[in-house]
């Protein structure tokens, strides 16, 4: 819906990446001129299994995202690859 309406794509990305790498980056793979970059760390959640042997309880890396928006005209094809 992002990439509809509002020019933009989303990326996991690593936690130790800053705005400007992620913008590098996606200007050279995808060869696409960047106008803005927003990210957010998405916290690990707890996961709880239920089993023979009683509950076994879990946790989920936190990531961090990255919300590329894209110049007017540029567009990345994430699925013309599959």
Avoid: C, H, S, W
């Amino acid at each position: 819906m992002l990439n509809d309406a509002l020019n933009q794509v989303t990326f996991i990305v690593d936690r130790k990446a800053n705005k400007i790498e992620i913008r590098k980056a996606v200007e050279k793979r995808y060869n696409v001129a960047v106008t803005g970059v927003n990210t957010g760390v998405m916290p690990g959640k707890l996961r709880v299994r239920f089993t023979r042997d009683g509950l076994q309880r879990g946790r989920i890396k936190g990531y961090k995202k990255a919300v590329v928006t894209l110049a007017e005209g540029d567009e990345i094809d994430l699925y013309g690859e599959l």
